[in-house]
């Protein structure tokens, strides 16, 4: 019986077919007007400034300042949103929760651990995340600085070591000759205030470009409130038509609530979650028909610090406070051997220590700090930490 129906609605679509070509034959050959209408193209920008392929097979995306302003990015969670492949969490409007299920960005799935530690994040190639527990803290990530962003969606150690993905902010830079200035102050829902500036010129073989922003928000409910703080600035110099050099140097201090699930209890949230970081980098670069490459050398500090969160003592509450720092040199050469063929060689010599101390309400206090100097040979890639091991000593110091 339903092969009958099935036979029977095949036939009657055939005869309709049948019908509507024959009409439109019937106007063509009487000469009736038949309408035609103009082809509509449709183009619209790209969440994206593209996806980059380099003669390793790598893939990096990236995203430039103008999209930024298009996406009306204030931090580098909305920066990133619409990027394929990459999705993100966080509890405010302004500010991204350092601890527990927060603020976090993942790509294809990595991130998503907790700390995150799969991901790194860098500010002009140098490291900008907590050393203590090896996972990236997003508010350190201040993309008023970026001319663009970029993200390696794989592990690609030709040009990092210890991550299956990175997202590195690019400083911007004046490239042509002139002055720019730029402010912008906007209010929104929650009492959000966005106010930056900032300024650029390039003039006798100098360039330059500093700024800074300030976002608030009292939050879209109770304790969901945030403010982000920063300031950068880059100098840079041609000495001939090959070498440049280049000073660069950021600062940022932020903070973000945790409102907790909605509807529970208000002793269940988190607590505060405080950020402050400075970094510089120097960079030394040449380009050479043939040959290209750079020396950098960086140093990065900074804090995060978890407060008023729960401790597994019933009505004690308890202070996390986390130091990193970071310093190191990183060189690069990229020789090409002609018909297609080149040679791409690197050394990085890095260094990082960090500490945290724990405090509680009934007065107890824990803390352990350790160095991590990393030194590699050519060839080789650094390792910053291991996350395993650092765990293991972190609960043996408790044991004691």
Request: hydrophobic share 30%; glycine share 12%.
């Given at each position: 019986?339903?092969?009958?129906?099935?036979?029977?609605?095949?036939?009657?679509?055939?005869?309709?077919?049948?019908?509507?070509?024959?009409?439109?034959?019937?106007?063509?050959?009487?000469?009736?007007?038949?309408?035609?209408?103009?082809?509509?193209?449709?183009?619209?920008?790209?969440?994206?400034?593209?996806?980059?392929?380099?003669?390793?097979?790598?893939?990096?995306?990236?995203?430039?300042?103008?999209?930024?302003d298009d996406l009306n990015a204030q931090d580098i969670e909305t920066a990133l949103?619409?990027?394929?492949?990459?999705?993100?969490?966080?509890?405010?409007?302004?500010?991204?929760?350092?601890?527990?299920?927060?603020?976090?960005?993942?790509?294809?799935?990595?991130?998503?651990?907790?700390?995150?530690?799969?991901?790194?994040?860098?500010?002009?190639?140098?490291?900008?995340?907590?050393?203590?527990?090896?996972?990236?803290?997003?508010?350190?990530?201040?993309?008023?600085?970026?001319?663009?962003?970029?993200?390696?969606?794989?592990?690609?150690?030709?040009?990092?070591?210890?991550?299956?993905?990175?997202?590195?902010?690019?400083?911007?830079?004046?490239?042509?000759?002139?002055?720019?200035?730029?402010?912008?102050?906007?209010?929104?829902?929650?009492?959000?205030?966005?106010?930056?500036?900032?300024?650029?010129?390039?003039?006798?073989?100098?360039?330059?470009?500093?700024?800074?922003?300030?976002?608030?928000?009292?939050?879209?409910?109770?304790?969901?409130?945030?403010?982000l703080d920063n300031a950068y600035g880059r100098l840079g110099r041609q000495l001939?038509?090959?070498?440049?050099?280049?000073?660069?140097?950021?600062?940022?201090?932020?903070?973000?609530?945790?409102?907790?699930?909605?509807?529970?209890?208000?002793?269940?949230?988190?607590?505060?979650?405080?950020?402050?970081?400075?970094?510089?980098?120097?960079?030394?670069?040449?380009?050479?028909?043939?040959?290209?490459?750079?020396?950098?050398?960086?140093?990065?500090?900074?804090?995060?610090?978890?407060?008023?969160?729960?401790?597994?003592?019933?009505?004690?509450?308890?202070?996390?406070?986390?130091?990193?720092?970071?310093?190191?040199?990183?060189?690069?050469?990229?020789?090409?051997?002609?018909?297609?063929?080149?040679?791409?060689?690197?050394?990085?010599?890095?260094?990082?220590?960090?500490?945290?101390?724990?405090?509680?309400?009934?007065?107890?206090?824990?803390?352990?700090?350790?160095?991590?100097?990393?030194?590699?040979?050519?060839?080789?890639?650094?390792?910053?930490?291991?996350?395993?091991q650092f765990t293991g000593t972190q609960d043996r110091y408790r044991e004691q």
């Amino acid at each position: 019986m339903r092969a009958h129906r099935i036979g029977f609605c095949l036939a009657l679509l055939t005869v309709l077919l049948s019908g509507w070509t024959s009409l439109l034959a019937n106007a063509q050959d009487e000469g009736e007007p038949v309408t035609r209408l103009e082809p509509i193209w449709v183009t619209a920008r790209p969440i994206i400034e593209g996806n980059r392929r380099d003669d390793y097979g790598s893939v990096t995306t990236v995203i430039t300042e103008e999209q930024l302003d298009d996406l009306n990015a204030q931090d580098i969670e909305t920066a990133l949103r619409q990027t394929p492949g990459v999705n993100m969490s966080r509890f405010n409007p302004v500010g991204s929760f350092g601890g527990a299920e927060g603020g976090g960005v993942f790509i294809r799935g990595m991130g998503s651990s907790r700390p995150g530690a799969e991901i790194k994040t860098l500010v002009d190639g140098a490291p900008m995340f907590m050393s203590v527990w090896n996972h990236p803290l997003l508010d350190l990530m201040a993309i008023d600085s970026a001319r663009s962003i970029e993200v390696f969606k794989s592990p690609q150690p030709q040009y990092f070591g210890n991550a299956f993905g990175v997202i590195n902010i690019v400083p911007k830079r004046k490239t042509d000759e002139g002055y720019t200035t730029k402010t912008q102050v906007a209010f929104g829902s929650y009492d959000t205030i966005v106010a930056k500036a900032e300024h650029g010129g390039k003039t006798s073989g100098w360039n330059y470009y500093m700024g800074g922003g300030y976002r608030t928000s009292d939050g879209h409910r109770d304790n969901s409130d945030g403010e982000l703080d920063n300031a950068y600035g880059r100098l840079g110099r041609q000495l001939n038509d090959n070498w440049d050099v280049s000073l660069f140097a950021m600062w940022n201090d932020n903070y973000a609530n945790d409102p907790g699930a909605e509807g529970a209890d208000p002793d269940a949230r988190e607590g505060r979650y405080e950020t402050r970081a400075v970094l510089s980098t120097l960079t030394l670069s040449h380009d050479y028909e043939r040959f290209s490459g750079e020396i950098k050398g960086y140093r990065s500090s900074g804090e995060g610090d978890w407060l008023d969160q729960p401790s597994d003592t019933e009505g004690v509450r308890e202070d996390l406070y986390n130091d990193f720092l970071y310093y190191g040199i990183k060189v690069k050469e990229n020789v090409k051997l002609g018909h297609g063929a080149e040679f791409l060689m690197g050394l990085d010599w890095d260094y990082t220590e960090g500490d945290y101390t724990q405090e509680y309400s009934d007065g107890r206090s824990d803390a352990l700090a350790f160095p991590r100097p990393l030194q590699t040979e050519p060839g080789w890639i650094p390792c910053i930490l291991d996350q395993r091991q650092f765990t293991g000593t972190q609960d043996r110091y408790r044991e004691q």
